[in-house]
């Protein structure tokens, strides 16, 4: 039972992360402030986690998209 609940905290703080990583323009060491966790912690779930990885790859690529859309305005 502590395992799963284990589990829940470390999905609740990648989801945490993630929403600070996008209201941080992908800065990774504010996102990482914001969301209380390590820079170590953060590249330990993207070796070991290809969903969190997709997941961070996609705001990033979410970021691109809007800065590339400004520039051609």
């Known amino acids: ?35 209380n966790i390590h820079r170590r912690t953060y590249y330990s779930w993207i070796d070991k986690d290809e969903e969190f990885r997709e997941e961070c790859d996609s705001v990033s690529e979410s970021l691109l998209d809007l800065a590339e859309s400004k520039l051609l305005e």
């Not at 502590?2 to 504010?30: P, V």
């Open 1 to 35: 039972m502590a395992k799963n609940t284990q589990n829940t905290q470390t999905s609740t703080k990648k989801e945490n992360f993630l929403k600070a990583l996008e209201l941080n323009s992908g800065h990774i060491s504010e996102a990482c402030k914001s969301a």
